[in-house]
C-alpha cells in the first residue's frame, strides 16, 4: 500500500510533512491527549508536524494510540523528545480491532489523568 509506504519513508528520514493548517496555541489547556494511530511503532510524522510548533511548557501529556500489536511503540519516548518542557500521564494502547467496543475503558482512562 502506497500509504503504508510513505509513513515508513517519513519515518526514516524524520521528515515533517505540512500540513493544510495548525493549531496556534494550546495555552488554555493544562491536559493534553495527544492520539493517533501506531505507524511504524510511533504516531505518523504529520502528528509531529504539529506538536512541534507548539509551547509544551506547564502541560500534562497523555498519548492514546491505537495499534494492531505494538502497543505505544516508541510513543512515549517520542513525545517527551518533542514536547519539552511537559509531564506526562500515563499513555493508553487500544488495540485496533476493539476501538469500536473501547469508548468506555477511555473515558475512564481520560478521567483519570485529570
Known sequence: MVCIEEAKKEL????????????????????????GPCW????????FSQL?????????VMPLMTHEGSGLGSCERDLKKICQ???FGKGLAVHGA???R????VASWAKSQA
Open 52 to 60: 512541534e510548533k507548539l509551547d509544551w511548557n506547564g502541560k500534562k
Open 85 to 87: 518542557g511537559a509531564s
Open 12 to 35: 526514516h528520514e524524520n521528515t515533517r510533512p505540512e500540513l493544510k493548517k495548525y493549531l496556534d496555541s494550546i495555552a488554555d489547556y493544562d491536559n493534553i491527549f495527544v492520539c
Open 40 to 47: 511504524w511503532g510511533t504516531f505518523p510524522c504529520a502528528i
Open 102 to 105: 473501547s469508548e468506555s475503558s
Open 98 to 100: 476493539d476501538a469500536g
